[in-house]
């Protein structure tokens, strides 16, 4: 009989979003009267700006076409897209990133989940606590994380750092050396952000102790204050650490559409081995490229339409953040994130969890939002809402809450 890879049974539950989604299915299928707001998963509600339609109609008609239809995408990216990205996410911002050190693919989740392949099962990983769910999982099933506890939600394998109000959200180096260490900023779940100075503070760290840094900036484009970093290339000395995942998802809406890239400098080395070779030969043995129309989709978000009316959407979900910041607060509760990041995180009315706060909110006010727990042990006794949702609902889901 065959054998199957015993790590998956490891997992506890399913999938954070996909516990949400039956939840709320189960509470709207008994209450089919009821209006139900969804602030939880981190999806956007905006329709894809008019330049980014535009440039998709055009590919599409091109793929109509004899002369202009297209195959197999190179799998690493099509150049127009990856000098696209090289010149305004980086050379614009004083980062020497190459063409040729980006990675074009269907998405940040996947390049998140994906990228601990190339490493040994016997590194050993460091996490934020509460972090986003997919690094921890995706480490799980390669077998990488040791035993899960129960009592303390914690695998044994893992070094989770603490991001609590104590600590302003932004993790302590941990006293464990770690060999791969995850970051976020701004920070899904807590909407915290990290200075440029402390994230150089990672940057020396890891250069210093082997490790390397995964960094995660999805929501980069809800950056509003100065101080805070676009890229860990930024910081000096990140090429030879830090591998760099970003998202077209957030920023121009392609939730539903997939697009997101990797940057893996040429000189981050593990001993003479280049990990950008061995991330170029698993995109290429495993993926044939994101869609010719994704691609040039993605091109048109750094035209100079693209831009205009992509920084009216960032704004119009910033808007939102500000609803639900100064709602909440009004209505008494802590609260933080919201300033340079599309989530807003709470902390629970005493005495309650963050799923009993979950169901709460669920029953009494149609609202759902993501329990903190969900997200690692430290987010217990906190709460996230997006600022994903239309204007009209983030209102009258704010309304609603106050008047609990
Ligand atoms: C979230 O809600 O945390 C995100 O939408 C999940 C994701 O981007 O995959």
């Not at 049974?9 to 989604?21: C, V």
């Not at 009821?34 to 905006?46: A, P």
């Not at 060999?179 to 020396?204: A, H, M």
Request: aromatic residues 12%; contains cysteine.
């Amino acid at each position: 009989m065959y054998k199957i890879n015993e790590n998956y049974l490891k997992l506890p539950g399913s999938y954070l979003f996909s516990t949400i989604g039956k939840k709320v299915r189960e509470y709207s299928e008994a209450n089919p009267d009821r209006e139900i707001i969804r602030l939880g998963i981190g999806d956007v509600t905006q329709p894809i700006a008019p330049a980014i339609i535009q440039a998709m109609h055009k590919a599409v008609d091109e793929m109509g076409v004899q002369e202009s239809f297209r195959g197999y995408a190179p799998d690493l990216g099509y150049e127009f897209l990856r000098n696209a990205i090289s010149e305004c996410d980086y050379k614009a911002r004083g980062c020497e990133i190459a063409a040729d050190e980006i990675f074009v693919s269907d998405g940040a989740k996947c390049d998140s989940g994906n990228i601990q392949e190339i490493f040994s099962v016997d590194n050993k990983i460091a996490v934020c606590d509460p972090v986003y769910p997919v690094y921890v999982d995706t480490n799980v099933m390669a077998g990488r994380t040791g035993t899960y506890n129960p009592d303390t939600g914690m695998w044994s394998d893992v070094i989770y750092m603490p991001c609590t109000m104590e600590n302003g959200f932004s993790p302590d180096l941990p006293a464990e050396t770690p060999d791969i260490i995850y970051l976020c900023f701004p920070n899904n779940p807590t909407g915290s952000t990290i200075t440029k100075d402390r994230l150089q503070e990672w940057v020396d760290y890891a250069n210093q102790s082997g490790a390397v840094i995964i960094y995660d900036a999805a929501y980069e484009a809800y950056i509003a204050e100065d101080d805070v970093p676009h890229s860990i290339y930024e910081c000096e000395g990140a090429r030879t650490c830090a591998i760099e995942l970003k998202s077209f998802s957030k920023n121009a809406g392609f939730t539903g559409v997939r697009l997101g890239y990797t940057v893996i400098p040429k000189e981050l080395k593990c001993g003479d081995v280049s990990l950008h070779a061995l991330w170029a030969r698993r995109h290429g043995t495993k993926y044939n490229g994101a869609p010719y129309i994704v691609q040039r989709a993605g091109e048109a978000v750094y035209s100079a339409e693209g831009k205009k009316q992509l920084k009216a959407q960032v704004a119009y979900y910033m808007n939102n953040a500000k609803v639900i910041y100064e709602g909440l607060k009004s209505a008494g509760y802590t609260v933080s994130g919201g300033v340079n990041a599309p989530y807003i995180w709470l902390k629970t009315p005493e005495k309650m969890t963050s799923w009993e706060f979950f169901d709460f909110l669920l029953e009494r006010a149609n609202v759902v939002g993501t329990p903190g727990s969900g997200f690692g042990p430290s987010g217990e006794g906190y709460f996230r809402l997006t600022a994903f949702g239309t204007y009209e609902n983030t209102a009258k889901a704010i309304e609603r809450i106050k008047a609990l």
